[in-house]
């Protein structure tokens, strides 16, 4: 049997459209869920804070050998939520791990690992703008 590891994949707005008796889109139950979908499409405003901010993430996720990545779109969607929207990303999109780990447990971990490697990039930036302002 083969097993797959990792599974990738890119929702894409120009779907094709199937014949009605063969159409099998989800139905979402929540007009948030849509709104989070509708997010994903939509151009990602990025500043040099909510870039550190994602950065950071993929690197908790790398540190706690979780392969996910957010790309700026996908982090803009679920960054405006905070922790709320961590949780709900990780139910709907990684629902697989929630049969061995609480999503509460998960959401703690990530953030935590998250602050860190935050603090440790803001210290870094902080020394080597020290330096510039010293030579």
Partial sequence: MVRIKYFNYHLSVDLPTLPS?????PRFRT????????DLH????????????????NAAFHLLDLSWHW????FAAIHRYGRAGLKSWV???????LRAYDV????????????RCLAAYEHHATRQGSARRAA
């Fill in 104 to 115: 509460d447990f998960l959401v703690n971990a990530v953030e935590s690992t998250k602050a």
């Fill in 31 to 38: 007009l948030k869920e849509i709104d989070v979908l509708q």
């Fill in 21 to 25: 008796r063969l159409n099998t889109a």
């Fill in 42 to 57: 939509s151009p990602a405003v990025t500043d040099a804070s909510s870039e550190a901010h994602r950065h950071a993430y």
């Fill in 91 to 97: 139910e709907r999109e990684q629902a697989h791990l």
């Fill in 71 to 74: 790309d700026p779109v996908t």
